[in-house]
């Protein structure tokens, strides 16, 4: 891989915890030699492939697609495929996102976050009778949920969600966005019941407009946007897709 920006050298401090072997969680430091335009992930591996391999991270499709390595970097949410070491300093720091139980070393256990996810019904829900052709949708109609298409589960959103960190029964950012895809989705009739779900204790309202969510989101979703939608649609009951 060519440099851009030459070759530097940057302390990573990446927070560990090793179950089984230490009792607690742990910083440490690593040394690692990086061109300007490798990205975080590219420097994960150097040190799991060069200096520990015992070092635990997802990660799969290395291009922002899989939503797997989401982690809190420099105290920021990031997906650390999408981030370049060429806009980090020479001193970075790496954990395990916040708000959610950790498993091994950055690895966090989505299970939690995907029974909120469900609990939304994000899927298309329509009952009547199948029509001779496909179901018809204008651009206008298609361009409504546009944006919360785009979500691809990392998970950043919650994980810097400080009402998430407060209660983690919260249903949490990510799950409103995939419920907003489907609740503004005109070919849908399963707005009213997710409305239902998120009026509870447990749904939007617990929302405190911080715009951490936001921030996070490597897909540039406008989280809070979407949320506030919801919560206008529970108070006046339009949903234009239901
Ligand atoms: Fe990730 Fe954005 Fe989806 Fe949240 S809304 S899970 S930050 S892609
Ligand atoms: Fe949390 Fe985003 Fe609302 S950070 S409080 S979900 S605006
Ligand atoms: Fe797939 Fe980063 S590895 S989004």
Redesign the pocket.
């Known amino acids: 891989m060519a440099a851009t920006n030459g070759t530097r050298s940057v302390q990573v401090k990446i927070k560990r915890f090793q179950p089984g072997e230490k009792p607690e969680p742990y910083w440490q430091e690593f040394r690692v030699q990086v061109e300007g335009n490798d990205r975080l992930l590219d420097t994960l591996n150097k040190i799991k492939w060069e200096q520990d391999g015992t070092l635990t991270y997802r990660r799969s499709c290395a291009h922002g697609v899989c ?1 797997s390595d ?1 982690m809190r970097v420099n105290g920021r949410n990031r997906l650390a495929c999408k981030l370049l070491m060429q806009d980090l300093g020479s001193r970075i720091s790496v954990e395990p996102m916040l708000g959610f139980p950790v498993i091994r070393d950055l690895v966090v256990d989505m299970d939690p976050f995907f029974a909120k996810y469900e609990k939304v019904k994000p899927y298309l829900i329509n009952n009547e009778p199948l029509p001779r052709t496909e179901r018809l949708q204008s651009a206008e109609q298609r361009e409504r949920y546009d944006e919360t298409t ?9 994980g810097s969600c400080p009402s998430v960190w407060a209660n983690a029964e919260w249903v949490g ?2 799950s409103i ?1 995939n419920a907003h895809r489907f609740i503004f989705d005109s070919r849908d009739r399963g707005g009213a019941e997710r409305l239902q779900i998120l009026s509870d204790r447990t749904g939007v309202w617990r929302c405190r407009t911080i715009f951490n ?1 936001t921030e ?4 540039g ?1 406008h ?1 809070t946007d979407a949320i506030e939608e919801v919560k206008r649609a529970i108070l006046y009951g339009s949903t234009e897709g239901d």
């Open positions: 939503g989401a785009k979500c691809i589960l990392c998970g950043a959103c919650t950012p990510a966005v969510c996070a989101c490597p897909r979703i989280v």
